[in-house]
């Protein structure tokens, strides 16, 4: 009997202890994702007001990215146009069909990879074509809500390169009213989740 109320003694106090390691990590997370909320970009001016750069990258996933890609090159905000992450079986001519740009465009100014399986992935392929081209600055194109981790990414891969974000925002995204949308709850959920392991893993192989 002795030892049965010892052993329900030693359960009560892990589970106390669990329970309270658990509530203080929700808390962190909480907070740390209100800061996450912050950190995604909203609205820019139009395409073509802001500063120059000497390149865009578009990461492919996302309905509008590659518009508006095309549209900040097609007004002037950068010499050239890098599309990453495009799947290994769509040809670049049926991608780029849609561009509304002059064939001597789209033959001098837009390059395509076909590496990149993920966020870090588009980092790194771009690293290497802004490498060979010679360049310094770089606008971002992708979803608001994928924007700070793509920075971190970014900025770890080529953290000498100043990077530009340029948001797009979803039509199905509701970042102003985000606790009134289930969908997007799910969704900022999981990108800021991932926004943390990309930090820890960042932070660890530094």
Same mark, same amino acid.
């Given at each position: 009997?002795?030892?049965?109320?010892?052993?329900?003694?030693?359960?009560?106090? *892990?589970?106390?202890?669990?329970?309270?390691?658990?509530?203080? $990590? =929700? !808390? +962190?997370?909480?907070?740390?994702?209100? @800061?996450? &909320?912050?950190?995604?970009?909203?609205?820019?001016?139009?395409?073509?007001?802001?500063?120059?750069?000497?390149?865009?990258?578009?990461?492919?996933?996302?309905?509008?990215?590659?518009?508006?890609?095309?549209?900040?090159?097609?007004?002037?905000?950068?010499?050239?146009? *890098?599309?990453?992450?495009?799947?290994?079986?769509?040809?670049? $001519? =049926? !991608? +780029?069909?849609?561009?509304?740009?002059? @064939?001597? &465009?789209?033959?001098?100014?837009?390059?395509?990879?076909?590496?990149?399986?993920?966020?870090?992935?588009?980092?790194?392929?771009?690293?290497?074509?802004?490498?060979?081209?010679?360049?310094?600055?770089?606008?971002?194109?992708?979803?608001?809500?994928?924007?700070?981790?793509?920075?971190?990414?970014?900025?770890?891969?080529?953290?000498?390169?100043? !990077? +530009?974000?340029?948001?797009?925002?979803?039509?199905?995204?509701?970042?102003?009213?985000?606790?009134?949308?289930?969908?997007?709850?799910?969704?900022?959920?999981?990108?800021?989740?991932?926004?943390?392991?990309?930090?820890?893993?960042?932070?660890?192989?530094?």
């Amino acid at each position: 009997m002795r030892h049965r109320r010892k052993r329900r003694g030693r359960i009560r106090r *892990f589970t106390t202890k669990l329970f309270f390691v658990l509530v203080v $990590a =929700a !808390l +962190l997370w909480g907070t740390g994702f209100f @800061a996450f &909320m912050d950190r995604i970009p909203r609205p820019q001016p139009p395409d073509g007001e802001g500063p120059k750069a000497d390149a865009i990258v578009v990461l492919t996933g996302g309905g509008g990215r590659l518009e508006t890609g095309f549209r900040l090159l097609a007004v002037g905000r950068a010499a050239k146009l *890098f599309i990453s992450g495009v799947h290994p079986r769509v040809e670049d $001519a =049926a !991608l +780029l069909q849609n561009s509304q740009l002059d @064939a001597a &465009m789209l033959a001098c100014c837009v390059a395509t990879g076909h590496a990149a399986h993920d966020t870090f992935g588009n980092a790194v392929e771009t690293a290497h074509w802004m490498n060979e081209e010679g360049f310094t600055s770089l606008y971002i194109v992708t979803a608001n809500y994928h924007m700070p981790r793509s920075l971190i990414e970014f900025s770890a891969v080529m953290p000498t390169v100043e !990077l +530009l974000p340029y948001p797009v925002h979803p039509g199905n995204v509701h970042l102003d009213d985000w606790w009134r949308w289930p969908g997007t709850i799910r969704l900022l959920a999981v990108e800021y989740t991932k926004y943390l392991a990309t930090r820890a893993r960042i932070f660890v192989t530094r």
